[in-house]
């Protein structure tokens, strides 16, 4: 008999894609799949309650809700990735006022989980490490250093800096912290594989050479 399990965990790319593992595992439920969404929500406004007191300058905040958002857009997808972004941003700025919410931000943190899950599904490599380095690093440019640099920068600091200017001088430590993040979500992959919120991945020759053993049985 074919073992459908197997079949299931190591498919032709030797990775389940993020939107098999969502339909699989955790898209089974959509109460499931919400859940998740709240949980991660969760965890990223304590991270941000975290960077409160990891705030050693105004222009350097460790920040840690980055990875967060990372590890939920390769879990969940880009729908679930950008659903964390926008409810823990939007919730955080309720527990931690800081003003008046900026629509334009709220929108780029939305687009951090959206293209996350985009990233990481579609990232050419088998490798869940690259994909993590990728989809961090495209996020890191696009969402973090431009399009949220610049909502800031519409909302408090136009009239007293060109956007380059203030980028230069308050947002210059972003691509650190976003290293730091990361990091983290590249170290973290081995839990998410054990505890199932990533397929396992299995090693073309062992897959070929269990196929063949079960073509040779039937």
């Known amino acids: 008999m074919r073992n459908t399990q197997q079949e299931i965990a190591t498919p032709d790319n030797d990775i389940v894609g993020s939107q098999q593992l969502r339909k699989k595992r955790i898209g089974s439920s959509p109460t499931k799949y919400l859940t998740y969404i709240a949980v991660f929500a969760a965890l990223a406004i304590v991270m941000k ?48 006022p800081m003003g008046a919410i900026n629509p334009l931000l709220v929108l780029g943190n ?32 696009v969402c973090t ?5 610049f909502a800031i920068w519409v909302m408090f600091y136009k009239d007293m800096f060109s956007f380059w200017q203030y980028f230069a001088a308050k947002r210059a430590m972003q691509p650190l912290v976003a290293g730091i993040n990361i990091f983290i ?4 992959i081995p839990l998410l594989v054990n505890i199932g919120l990533l397929p396992k991945q299995v090693k ?4 070929d050479a269990q196929h063949i053993g079960e073509d040779a049985r039937r």
């Not at 960077?51 to 857009?73: C, E, N």
């Not at 996350?116 to 690259?130: E, H, I, N, Q, W």
């Open 204 to 207: 073309k020759e062992k897959k």
């Open 185 to 188: 979500a590249v170290a973290m």
């Open 145 to 149: 250093c431009l399009f949220n640099s």
């Open 49 to 96: 309650l975290i960077g409160q007191v990891l705030t050693f300058t105004d222009s350097f905040k460790v920040t840690l809700i980055y990875f967060i958002w990372l590890i939920a857009g390769a879990v969940l997808g880009p729908i679930g990735g950008g659903a964390v972004g926008f409810v823990s941003d939007v919730l955080g700025a309720i527990v931690i």
């Open 110 to 141: 939305t687009a951090y989980g959206v293209i996350a899950g985009l990233c990481f599904k579609y990232t050419p490599s088998r490798s869940y490490v690259v994909k993590m380095l990728v989809t961090g690093v495209v996020c890191t440019i």
